[in-house]
């Protein structure tokens, strides 16, 4: 049995198919609850990133199971049941990286556990590297821990969010399933660093100037306004990040 994200065509959503998916999930977080455990836990202590495993241990050969203990967390992408075993994808910001769960080995309430988890879900996994036969690079899981329930489905991971509007209306969902997306943020990120690292290096100082303003700058543009309740007046959009 192959766990594939929902893929619902436009029939199937508006008779409320992805509805219905998430009323299921909502229903399996109380039965949860009443069972005394929390779907959204608290604290959960990671040893490694899956880059960091991959960059360790990516010369392994097939067939080889180590004696390294990681404890890693990251988000399901992909899920295989193949009767006492359960080969899931594990996604972290870093890398992905399979997690073998066999019966055997972590008892059947824990696997009957795992076997509920849906794609989406954040998982928080206790094991030992290995690679299998095929020689993929896999976390041999001990113990494991729900982190998040999904409530909603992850897009299909073939096609992604074709949509253009939707992809940046919902732009969480795009980061899940689009590299092409999170490369963009990383890109963004390092660009923006190195500017502040050069600029302090420099002697500059960081400052943070108000977002609304009293009155409207910015030349001829056409100002964003907005009611601020609490002090019931009328303020602008920020135009000119200079003013100040």
Sequence with gaps: MTEEPVDLT??????GG?????????AAIESMREAGVNPYPYRFDRTHQLGEIRASHGSLEPGTETTDVVTVAGRIMLKRDQGKLIFCTLRDRSDDIQ????KSVVGDDVFDAINTYNLGDWVGVTGTVMTTRKGELSVKVTSAQLLAKAVRPLPDKW??????DTRYRQRYADLIIN??????FEIRHATISSFRRTLAGQGFIEVETPVLHMEAGGAHARPFITHHNALDMQLYLRIALELH
């Design 10 to 15: 436009a029939e199937e959503q508006s008779s």
């Design 18 to 26: 992805l509805e219905a998916e998430r009323q299921r999930r909502i």
């Design 99 to 102: 997690l073998f769960v066999s």
């Design 159 to 164: 096609h992604g969010i074709t949509d253009v």
């Design 179 to 184: 590299e092409e997306a999170r490369r963009t």
